[in-house]
């Protein structure tokens, strides 16, 4: 008697663990389903518009394009109806600052460019930051940190590695009037997103251009595509 009982508690005791260990299986497959549910509903609200879906007919995305057909076809695909601007995209080795470079040519973009001074400081004050790009000299940098709550945030703030705390403020704001600016990734990716002219532009300026920026990144480099602001990226070949 003492062994059948043992055996019917032992059996008891398998299905008990059978049942809790089933249980949540089952909830996590049902979890599962739904999740892919909502991650197919997701697919289906993000479908591409007419319009791009054509654009993107025309590039073939297993391709890579030298520069000068990337920006033809970027200039034949770019469906908005505005002059849209044209952003290079490009994977770097490692995150942070990629240096800088000098554009040829016009990229389109104006930069708002002030020199601290008490005027300035007045500005700021009120809490106004009418500028792109604020320049100051390291004389100047104390009075400046009161200001590092309205200028940090907004990526105001002069620093050393971005060229803006500089003894000669005048030369670096004629340099950046040029079209010199510093080349950085984004905080925790290495990529780089910079604006090299317009869909109206010549598309020599616009080689010349972007070719002036792959020189810049130089070995750092590892892709690179560019795209109209309403249209589809297309990938660029990269030569050493």
């Known amino acids: 008697m003492g062994s059948k009982r043992n055996v019917s508690m032992s059996a008891t005791t398998d299905t008990v663990k059978k049942v809790v260990v089933d249980e949540p299986v089952v909830e996590e497959t049902d979890g599962a389903a739904k999740t892919s549910e909502k991650k197919s509903t997701k697919v289906a609200k993000s479908r591409r518009g007419?319009?791009?879906?054509?654009?993107?007919?025309?590039?073939?995305?297993?391709?890579?394009?030298?520069?000068?057909?990337?920006?033809?076809?970027?200039?034949?695909?770019?469906?908005?109806?505005?002059?849209?601007?044209?952003?290079?995209?490009?994977?770097?080795?490692?995150?942070?600052?990629?240096?800088?470079v000098s554009f040829p040519h016009s990229t389109g973009k104006t930069l708002r460019i002030a020199i601290?001074?008490?005027?300035?400081?007045?500005?700021?004050?009120?809490?106004?930051?009418?500028?792109?790009?604020?320049?100051?000299?390291?004389?100047?940098?104390?009075?400046?940190?009161?200001?590092?709550?309205?200028?940090?945030?907004?990526?105001?703030?002069?620093?050393?590695?971005?060229?803006?705390?500089?003894?000669?403020?005048?030369?670096?704001?004629?340099?950046?009037?040029?079209?010199?600016?510093?080349?950085?990734?984004?905080?925790?990716?290495?990529?780089?997103?910079?604006?090299?002219?317009?869909?109206?532009?010549?598309s020599k300026q616009l080689v010349e251009n972007i070719e002036a920026l792959v020189t810049a990144l130089d070995y750092r480099l590892k892709k690179l595509s560019i795209s109209a602001a309403m249209g589809p990226g297309v990938k660029v070949k990269l030569t050493k």
């Open 50 to 100: 007419k319009r791009y879906v054509a654009a993107r007919s025309i590039i073939d995305k297993t391709k890579p394009y030298t520069i000068a057909e990337a920006v033809e076809l970027v200039k034949k695909t770019s469906y908005g109806k505005f002059d849209s601007s044209i952003t290079v995209d490009a994977t770097v080795k490692e995150i942070g600052d990629q240096g800088s």
């Open 116 to 202: 601290a001074s008490d005027e300035v400081l007045f500005e700021l004050e009120s809490g106004n930051a009418n500028f792109d790009v604020l320049l100051t000299t390291p004389a100047f940098m104390p009075k400046l940190a009161k200001y590092a709550r309205l200028l940090g945030p907004k990526g105001l703030m002069p620093n050393p590695k971005n060229n803006t705390i500089v003894q000669d403020p005048e030369a670096r704001k004629k340099e950046l009037e040029k079209g010199k600016v510093s080349i950085k990734s984004e905080r925790k990716a290495p990529l780089v997103h910079m604006i090299v002219g317009k869909t109206s532009f010549d």
